[in-house]
């Protein structure tokens, strides 16, 4: 074993070193020596060749002694940095990322073979770092310019810079130029002259034609294209510009984003008119900036939005994803979707070719625009509908969701649950939330969705916001958290599950309120705790503030224990024998506390009066298990006074077809909104709006087949449809 000051001295400069000695280091040496090493511009092939090993077979542990104790950690470094001692962010560094920093070094380094290179980008197949610098090396194999050549764009719209700089042999750039993948014939087109170029000038894929017109063309190829159909590959033809050498950090910055904005093909379909093609359309609604997006759909408008390329523009834009880097929402995107879907609703507003009903507003008229499009399955394939949810889309957007699901499914049988499956799969992938809060409550009304799945949905936790939308910025909206809430019908299943489902879910997802009312006399302890804590609460009772309560004492009463059995919730009766507030009523009834006659009996002695009938509403559908007749007295008495009293027609609008004996048409509900709108006007009916805007959300399209009977009606149905769809953005 060499002494301390022996390596020392062989480290200080390994070039001067026999080869024998730098790799019986590189075997043999601790991270620091293989560090010094592989920064060595002398050291040869086989001491880093040795150094790929190591790290191949040992890892993160890679030069470590395994009884050392763990490095410092962040904070502790932290601390040292504050009290003067010398830290050397360099050596900090590789002892946080040994691996990473090794082979970032390796695969820069002049003397690494093929095999090195290719080892290094396969162990890091999703860093572009790692990939750019392994195919640019003047040693990299075939198979490394080939992973570059691979490396995806962000849409077809955006230009991959580094595919100029790679040089594949002949036979490679053939085996591209034959390939079924778009992106290595894409390549071949940027790279390749003469004969090779002018048949790919005729492909199929419009990024390979306009690679083809990228970069010095000749005279034949610049003919051809400047007749192509699409507008961007006719402006890069007319262009024959040569494009300017880029250095390395700049296109491993392309890379990051997934390519760099083709400013001239943008521009050229903005400017294309009636003449756009449907799949340029669809790329305006998936990368452009919204105020080219709306510009387009403006023109558009002046002929038809129904056309080809109308179709294409709604199916790109319910695609459309955030633009992220590293994690964040990428520079000069800050407004995301709220701006984009501002400027699309002012155009739809006014557009008079939408084949959707007139009481619908802005953003219900662009949405049941993008579901009826979506929902078609020869525009979009499942998997793309699945990979849209995933990535966070527009069309993944809680309404819209429903909205498209829901025409969809009735096409495809399974649709839901495939998706499910979809979802799943890449939940137990990458460990992220990726589920989409809305389709939980798909799912839960689905058949074929069995209950595991429905659990394993659940624990999987919501997707976040879409980054810029109104959801991500001003979560206090009651109409926001809404969109936020999982509308369950305590009928669709058993309530054992309804109870394992609830309290699976995790922040920001909460149940609806119908929802977490109907799990809180499963256990009497519960019931007891949810009754005591009413009286505290400031405000009205919520699914969300229910389930934060049951959630906080979950873990408290799983340790108690089994609970007694008992026949009732063992609530004091001094509780039910004051008057009672909506919320506690509501409580009452679904505890037992209190039965139907009696809380018919008291709201009929307004002591106090109902605050707006929704929270009874979802108390008779928690409590519709029980069986329709044990809430005959109730639904008797909202039928009865449904056309005097708002709250108690909200309450018989927001209950379920569970709690009746007998279905009732939606014009029934609208005969009756009709005549308390006649006699009272709109401005008191904020709780009926409320309520119609519940029916919306649970079935989009439900209010667009109303025909309210006045002026008066339209504006509180108009109002409903608002209110619905308001989180859209």
């Not at 290719?118 to 003047?138: C, E, G, S």
């Not at 300017?244 to 997934?258: H, N, R």
């Not at 999987?460 to 109104?470: C, Q, T």
């Not at 609008?653 to 909104?673: C, D, E, F, L, T």
Request: charge should be negative; hydrophobic fraction near 45%.
């Amino acid at each position: 074993m060499l002494g301390r000051d022996v390596l020392r001295a062989l480290l200080a400069d390994p070039a001067a070193n026999a080869p024998e000695v730098n790799v019986a280091l590189a075997e043999e040496g601790d991270l620091e020596a293989l560090h010094k090493l592989v920064k060595c511009a002398g050291v040869t092939s086989d001491v880093l060749d040795a150094i790929g090993r190591r790290i191949e077979d040992e890892g993160a542990a890679v030069g470590t002694d395994p009884d050392a104790p763990p490095p410092d950690s962040r904070e502790a470094r932290r601390r040292r940095t504050s009290d003067g001692e010398d830290v050397d962010p360099e050596l900090e560094a590789l002892k946080a990322d040994p691996v990473g920093v090794l082979d970032g070094l390796l695969v820069r380094h002049a003397h690494a073979r093929a095999s090195l290179l290719d080892a290094v980008a396969l162990r890091h197949p999703n860093v572009p770092d790692y990939v750019l610098h392994a195919a640019l090396h003047p040693n990299a194999s075939p198979d490394a310019v080939t992973r570059a050549a691979r490396w995806p764009s962000r849409s077809p719209l955006h230009d991959r810079p580094w595919l100029a700089r790679l040089g594949p042999d002949a036979p490679t750039l053939e085996t591209w130029a034959a390939s079924d993948d778009p992106l290595l014939r894409e390549a071949a087109a940027r790279i390749a002259m003469g004969s090779l170029r002018r048949t790919l000038a005729r492909d199929t894929s419009r990024r390979v034609r306009r690679a083809c017109a990228t970069g010095g063309i000749d005279d034949e190829v610049q003919r051809q294209l400047a007749c192509d159909p699409c507008p961007d590959v006719r402006e890069r033809a007319g262009r024959r510009a040569a494009s300017e050498p880029a250095g390395d950090a700049w296109l491993l910055g392309a890379m990051k984003k997934g390519g760099v904005m083709a400013d001239d093909a943008a521009g050229a379909l903005v400017e294309a008119g009636t003449s756009l093609d449907a799949e340029g359309a669809a790329l305006v609604g998936m990368v452009l900036p919204p105020e080219q997006v709306a510009r387009v759909l403006g023109e558009l408008d002046e002929t038809s939005v129904s056309s080809d390329a109308g179709i294409g523009l709604a199916v790109g834009l319910a695609r459309r994803a955030p633009e992220m880097e590293d994690g964040r929402l990428a520079e000069g995107h800050e407004e995301g979707v709220s701006e984009l879907i501002e400027a699309c609703v002012r155009v739809v507003a006014r557009s008079k070719a939408l084949p959707v009903s007139p009481v619908l507003t802005g953003k219900a008229r662009l949405a049941a625009w993008l579901g009826e499009v979506v929902a078609r399955g020869d525009l979009v394939d499942e998997d793309e509908l699945a990979a849209a949810m995933v990535s966070g889309a527009v069309g993944a957007h809680g309404i819209l969701l429903a909205r498209w699901i829901g025409a969809r499914a009735g096409r495809a049988p399974g649709l839901v649950k495939r998706l499910v499956g979809s979802l799943l799969a890449v939940a137990r992938g990458t460990r992220a939330a990726v589920v989409p809060a809305r389709f939980l409550s798909i799912a839960w009304d689905c058949a074929d969705v069995g209950d595991d799945e429905m659990l394993a949905l659940a624990r999987a936790g919501a997707a976040p916001p879409l980054p810029g939308s109104r959801l991500a910025r001003a979560d206090s909206d009651a109409a926001v958290a809404a969109a936020l809430e999982v509308d369950l019908d305590p009928l669709a299943r058993s309530l054992q599950t309804l109870d394992q489902v609830v309290l699976s879910m995790r922040a920001p997802l909460a149940p609806s309120l119908r929802a977490a009312l109907a799990v809180v006399p499963s256990d009497p302890r519960r019931s007891r705790m949810v009754v005591q804590s009413l009286p505290t609460w400031q405000g009205e009772p919520t699914g969300r503030r229910i389930h934060r309560l049951l959630k906080a004492n979950a873990i408290a009463l799983s340790a108690a224990g089994r609970a007694p059995s008992s026949s009732g919730p063992s609530i004091p009766p001094l509780w039910s024998s004051r008057d009672l507030p909506e919320g506690e009523l509501a409580v009452g009834l679904v505890t037992g506390t209190l039965s139907a006659q009696d809380v018919a009996d008291r709201v009929r002695k307004g002591r106090p009066p109902l605050t707006n009938g929704l929270m009874l509403g979802a108390a008779m559908d928690a409590a519709a298990s029980k069986g329709k007749a044990s809430l005959a007295p109730l639904v008797e008495l909202c039928d009865e006074q449904a056309r005097h009293d708002a709250a108690l027609l909200a309450a018989a609008i927001i209950a379920g077809p569970g709690v009746r004996a007998k279905a009732r048409p939606m014009q029934s509900a609208m005969a009756m909104v009709a005549a308390m709108a006649e006699r009272v006007g709109a401005a008191p009916m904020a709780c009926v709006v409320e309520a119609l805007a519940t029916l919306e959300r649970r079935k989009p399209g439900t209010l667009e087949a109303a025909t309210p009977g006045s002026p008066v009606a339209r504006a509180v149905v108009g109002s409903a449809i608002a209110r619905a769809y308001q989180s859209i953005g």
